[in-house]
């Protein structure tokens, strides 16, 4: 598999961004051939002037300017996600509160391929556990044609943990999956005195999981975590309950992950392949790549380097548009999105 085309591309060019910081950004590929994108700005991230835009690429190219989406006004914004709903509406989740731990989910509905919207309303009524339903990373909708998994965790304290959250009914009701388990050491417990165990994840644990499904029907997980290495889990009843996480060797530096599945089997993950250590906070958001797997991700190859410079080019969003295109957006510098538009074959 090799890049044939691969054109790079601001949604908002520098100099003419309305916001002086846009992050966590998700896309969504229209009826028409046009790229819907939403993402959160404002002067930063947790500010309560942070609402979440959105702009639209017509088949031709060329961006519309962002729209100003709206979130719960006087609150911070944060971490949106569109997805299709298997009644062929367009959902547009978003998070809302001062700080993580108290997050909710609020979701817009629109059944004109993003023209109108619903008013906000939160995804699970009276939620306060910390954010039900897609955390960062958009769902996926099972080979059964109506069970859709959302790939969601929380931060609670020192702790991060992963679930998935499940809806049959085109996303109106969510019932919520078992805890990942996952096996924790302390920061103070370095990993250099330790015999190496895959199953050992040092720190707060993990988050912002990234989701596929594989042909036999199992779903599996990759996952964002403080232990330097992405971290792995497979559910065998559709993201109700999952096997003991685990490192997966692909470096992590504790910071956003995404990949799909496309239709012929091939998984492409866009990362940072970078770890976090020896610090356990984060590590460099640079280089920023895509790799792939022909073999379910048991190995992965190069595809193609996004970005190699000195910066901050994270939290990529990444679906697939049948077998022969990839689309990419992401984080550039925290001054604006990124779009790519990438051609593949053999």
Partial sequence: MRVLKAEREFIAPLEERITDSAHASTLLKLKDGSVLAAWFGGSWEKDPNVNIYMAKRSP????????????????????PVLFRAPDDSILLFFKSGPVIPEWKTFVRRSYDEGESWSEAEELVQGDTSGGRGPVKNKPILLSDGRTIVAPASYE?????????????DCGKTWKRGDFVPLRRSGYNIQMVDQPYSKYRCFGKGMIQPTLW??????????????????????????????????????????????????????????????????????????????????DNGQTWKPLITLEDAPGDYAYPAIIADGDSRLLVTYTYKRETICFWDIEIGE
Avoid at 72 to 78: I, P, T, Y
């Fill in 213 to 294: 499904e594989d042909e036999n029907g199992d779903v599996h997980m990759f996952t964002r975590t403080t232990s330097s290495a992405i971290f792995t889990s497979v559910s065998h009843d559709k993201g109700l309950t999952w096997e003991q996480a685990y490192d997966t060797g692909l470096p992590n530096n504790n910071s956003g992950l995404d990949l799909v599945r496309a239709a012929n089997g091939i998984i492409y993950l866009c990362y940072n392949p970078v770890g976090n250590l020896p610090n356990y906070y984060k590590g460099p958001r640079t280089p920023l790549v895509i790799d792939f797997s022909e």
């Fill in 156 to 168: 609670k304290d020192e702790t991060w943990i992963c679930f998935t959250d499940i809806s049959e």
């Fill in 60 to 79: 031709d190219g060329n961006w519309s300017a962002p729209r100003l989406m709206g979130g719960c006004w006087h609150v911070a914004s944060w971490n």
